[in-house]
Structures are given as C-alpha cells and as structure tokens.
C-alpha cells in the first residue's frame, strides 16, 4: 500500500503533510514519488491567493481519470480548501474525492481508511487523544528520518485577528496555542529523529500561549523558547510569522539572548501606507512598522528581517502604492514576498471594498517592488562577499550542498565530505539576491 501527498501553501500544510505522511507510515503505508503509483493520494491544500487554489482544481481535475481507471484509490482532499465547516459543496463539485479533512486534523482521512479496512492500526491510532486533533506520536516519515535537517512545528493553530483581506481565519478557525509540553514533545522526539533546526509555527507566533494558563507579565513565547533552548541535540530554533503589533522586547531580546535562536525575523508590513493599513485592519502605522524595525536592529544585532506586502488593495492609489515603495527603500529589509491583492471569499475586503486596481496594475507594482527589493538584498548580500558564515546543510543539489545561515540566507557549496545536518564554517565568494556561493577550503 502506498501513499502520495500533493501540497501546495505556507510552512502550516507543510507540517501537516509531514504528520500526515508520518500517520499514513504508522498504519503500513509507503511512499510513492506519483500519485499514479499510491493506493492514497492527498492533496493537502491552499487558497490564500486565487492563484494557489487555482492549482488545486487543476490537480484535482487531474486526478479525475485516475479514479475513473481505478475506483479502489482512495482521494483526500484536507487543508483550507476544505476549512473546518460543512464540506458538502465540494462533495457535490468534485464527485471523485472520497474523503476530506479541515487543516491540521487528518483524522477524517485516518478514520476513513480505518473503515475501508485500509488500516489495521486505525483503531490504535484513533483511540489516542491527541491524535483527535494532530496525530500522536511526533514521527517524521521513514525518508525523512536522518535525512530532514529542519522541521516545522505548530505553536499556534488558526488566527482570531481578521485582517480585512485574509481567508485563513475563516479556514483554519480562531487562534489556539497547543499546551506546551505537547509542543515540546514534538520538538524533541523531531530531534531525536535527526532533526536540528525547529521553527515554531502560528499565522501571528508572538501570540503564542496567551490563551493558556500563564505568568502574567511576560511573553508566553519567550518561555516556550527558553524550554526549547534546553533540549539537548537541537541547534537552531526560529519562529514565524509574527505580528508587528505583537513583537514585545522581551520577545526581541529573547531572540537575542539564547544562542540556538537564530537572528530572523518574518514580520509582514503588506502596505507603507496608513489608510491602506487601517482598511486592512492591521491594527498599526508604517511609523509604527518603522520604530518595530529600529527596536528589533537594536536588539538583536545582526537581525535579518523579511516582510510580506500586497500591491493593488482595493483603492490603492499611485501615491499610497508611492508609500510602500519609499518605505521598502528606507528600511532595507532582507527579503520582501509582494503579492498581488486577491479577493476571497467571506473576507470582509472582498465584501466591502470593489476590488479596483487592474490586473495589469497590479502585476506592473509587483514588479517594481520585486525589482526594487532585488536591488536591496543584492547589495546587502554583497557585503557577504570574503566573509564566513555559519551554515546548517540541509541537503545536496547537482554536487553542491545547499543550507543556509542563521540569518535565513541560502548558500550552496562544494565539499567531497557528508556534511549533512553539519553546521559548517562557508567563505562566501559569490552573492546574488536570492542565494549565495561559497567554499570551505576542503574539496
Ligand atoms: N499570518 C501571516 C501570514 C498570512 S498568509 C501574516 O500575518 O501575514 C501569507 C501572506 O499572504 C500574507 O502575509 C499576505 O501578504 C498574503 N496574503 C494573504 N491574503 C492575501 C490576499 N487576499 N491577496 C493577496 N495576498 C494575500
């Protein structure tokens, strides 16, 4: 019996895929590297943008001749396409899919095969109670044990903060942090399977805990952190995504006290401009945004900082796009994700504001944001040149292994040596935009 997952969207599905895989492993299932060739195929799902749920209806038309061929296979379809409502309309639209389950809960998959008789560990497996909600036992699947160097970990599941433009509310339910030993617990039993890097996971991460049992005055994430800190064998921790608003000093300087927290940050912006911001519901300025920037350099020194911007929000005038552009400019962020504003369903933006800004508008912003900030992260790579970093090797491409710096830089070089889940001194001698290369001194 084999087992196929497609997976498209953010760093959440890409964990969900890894315990989804890994559950599927515990029941007797194989990896198959097509789905033509897996007795379960599970697209794991995104509607972010329309773009990404635009690919899923294209796989999921794919997958329509392959069930006509060979009825037995069995079809999932989980994640925010899905969300955690009612699923009957898509049922009804896509006749071929067996089976469907809401974001970070595989259960109804689990269960489905356990009736079909598919897995005769289905009941051991369900009769757990963690597994209700993300399956037990924390296992990365069998090719990625002693291979997969980092790994994804939820702190924080949904998000209860309704920016105006965003579905994932709506998908992945209200904001809930898991309890901190079961978060734990999956941190370090990913260690004890060779992992060396864990990035916690949650739409706003610096909310982390607030809704659990806690110390008054202090950032529940920071605890996290320091807790994480002591398991022995991990090296590098980072977490995303935060929210300017929610980026407390302490947080700040926890980053810069513990050692294995790596000096990163992924904090959106998604506009320069304040009337934009508000109609967002961001609940900040870009003055706001600025001060976050010059208190997180101050902090921790060395930071590396990545946003996230939407072009063409409904109304954003030349001027108001203007104020994104000077802001990027000004701040000389590492990294910037420019996406193209895209209604969605139930948001209030989509319901609200008519969606105005030309196709050719928004794409034509894109790209001078996408230019700009090419121009910044090359030149602050450049400064890289001579210099030697710190990389984590996360795995090998064409002869070159790839890893990247604390600062979430990527950098490929050469070395005859198995250097994978090293952490290995690299000269850089070359810096692009979007990756560096470098040299060890042994070949
Ligand atoms: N919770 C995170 C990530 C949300 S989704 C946050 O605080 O931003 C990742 C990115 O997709 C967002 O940061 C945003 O830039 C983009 N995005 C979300 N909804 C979008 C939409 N309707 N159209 C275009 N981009 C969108």
Request: with cysteine; hydrophobic share 40%; net charge neutral.
């Amino acid at each position: 019996m084999r087992y196929h997952i497609w997976t498209i969207g953010c760093q959440m599905n890409e964990a969900d895929s890894r315990r989804l895989a890994a559950a599927l492993e515990q029941l007797g299932y194989e990896p198959a590297a097509r789905a033509e060739d897996a007795d379960v195929i599970v697209l794991n799902t995104c509607v972010v943008r329309q773009q990404a749920e635009d690919k899923v209806y294209g796989r999921l038309s794919s997958l329509r001749p392959l069930k006509a061929r060979r009825p037995d296979t069995v079809i999932g379809l989980m994640g925010c396409l899905v969300g955690r409502r009612n699923s009957e309309h898509l049922r009804e639209r896509f006749p071929w899919v067996d089976v469907f389950a809401p974001p970070s809960d595989p259960t109804p998959l689990l269960d489905h095969l356990a009736e079909r008789g598919l897995a005769e560990m289905g009941r051991a497996l369900r009769a757990e109670d963690a597994a209700r909600r993300i399956p037990g036992p924390f296992l990365l699947s069998c090719q990625a044990q002693g291979s997969q160097v980092t790994a994804y970990v939820p702190a924080v599941l949904g998000c209860s903060h309704a920016c105006t433009y965003c579905i994932i509310p709506y998908r992945r339910g209200p904001e809930r942090s898991r309890p901190a030993d079961e978060t734990l617990a999956e941190a370090r039993a990913l260690v004890a399977q060779g992992v060396k890097e864990i990035t916690l996971l949650g739409q706003i991460v610096d909310r982390y805990g607030y809704d659990l049992p806690r110390q008054e005055n202090r950032t529940p994430l920071v605890g996290l952190l320091e807790q994480l800190h002591e398991i022995e064998g991990l090296e590098r921790i980072r977490f995303l995504t935060s929210h300017p608003s929610w980026m407390t000093d302490e947080l700040l300087e926890a980053a810069a006290r513990l050692p294995k927290v790596c000096e990163h940050l992924e904090v959106p912006v998604q506009a320069g401009d304040d009337e934009i911001l508000a109609r967002m519901r961001r609940g900040y300025t870009a003055d706001d945004y600025r001060r976050l920037i010059a208190r997180a350099r101050a902090i921790v020194p060395g930071v590396s900082i990545a946003t996230d911007i939407i072009v063409g929000f409904p109304g954003e005038t030349e001027a108001q796009f203007q104020r994104t552009y000077d802001l990027l400019t000004e701040l000389r962020l590492d990294k910037a994700h420019i996406a193209r504003y895209s209604p969605r369903p139930q948001t209030l933006a989509a319901r609200r504001y008519p969606d105005d800004v030309p196709p050719e508008e928004k794409e034509r912003r894109r790209k001078v944001l996408d230019e700009l900030q090419a121009r910044i992260a090359g030149e602050i790579n450049a400064r890289l040149v001579g210099q030697t970093v710190e990389v984590l090797v996360e795995g090998k491409k064409k002869n070159r292994w790839w890893g990247r710096t604390r600062t979430d830089k990527l950098v490929f070089f050469e070395d005859a040596r198995d250097l994978l889940g090293q952490q290995v001194p690299v000269r850089i001698t070359w810096a692009g935009p979007w990756s560096l290369i470098g040299e060890t001194g042994s070949r």
